[in-house]
T-cell receptor, first 112, second 114 residues
């Protein structure tokens, strides 16, 4: 069963606008959440993370929001740039487990 | 340069012919892991290792074996590959005290089993 879901397979945004990528999870025991970015022919690279004790974490143009009651997190990219075009994976982890669950990914296209 | 390397990058094989995909990291990371990526399913964890001689099953371990005899290496073994193991495979590593919060991924191995 997919415990982490990214329901939008793709998203297209104009350069300079905000990109919002969404992720839902079902396991309330998850306590750490991450976003990875993946370019074609490369492995995923870590982008940003958030602990369940926080509801927001910011790093430059990237902000992750966590809504624990809704079991939902989102990644905001402002402003979006063409170089942000990639597949974005949401992932979640539980402290007493050592595995990590990933969503199916959302392909972001930022148009110049 | 800190990196995770995988070999081979591309492999086409036939059903039942044993194969090994190697993974090596030069960051002295304790934690290593294997994932497969399939369309619509994202990344699914196959096996992981918390340290030398310590391995455990992930989400989809059936049909795979791993070993961790040295800290830097974590090979993935397919004893009898089948077509449903055709996929894109990624090896990853991270420091144990960061657990798996920030994993470094290799470039991927595209495997086709006919």
């Amino acid at each position: 069963d997919q415990q982490v879901k990214q329901n939008s397979p793709s998203l297209s945004v104009q350069e300079g606008r905000i990109s919002i990528l969404n992720c839902d999870y079902t396991n309330s025991m998850f306590d750490y959440f991450l976003w990875y970015k993946k370019y074609p022919a490369e492995g995923p690279t870590f982008l940003i993370s958030i602990s369940s004790i926080k509801d927001k974490n910011e790093d430059g143009r990237f902000t992750v929001f966590l809504n624990k009651s809704a079991k939902h997190l989102s990644l905001h990219i402002v402003p979006s740039q063409p170089g942000d075009s990639a597949v974005y994976f949401c992932a979640a982890s539980q402290f007493f487990n050592n595995d990590m669950r990933f969503g199916a990914g959302t392909r972001l296209t930022v148009k110049p | 340069e800190a990196q995770v390397t995988q070999n081979p990058r591309y492999l086409i094989t036939v059903t039942g012919k044993k194969l090994t995909v190697t993974c090596s990291q030069n960051m002295n990371h304790e934690y290593m892991s294997w994932y497969r990526q399939d369309p619509g399913l994202g990344l699914r964890q196959i096996y992981y290792s918390m340290n030398v001689e310590v391995t455990d099953k992930g989400d989809v371990p059936e049909g795979y074996k791993v070993s961790r005899k040295e800290k830097r290496n974590f090979p993935l073994i397919l004893e009898s590959p089948s077509p449903n193991q055709t996929s894109l495979y990624f090896c990853a590593s991270s420091r144990a005290r960061d657990r798996l919060y920030e994993q470094y991924f290799g470039p991927g191995t595209r495997l086709t089993v006919t």
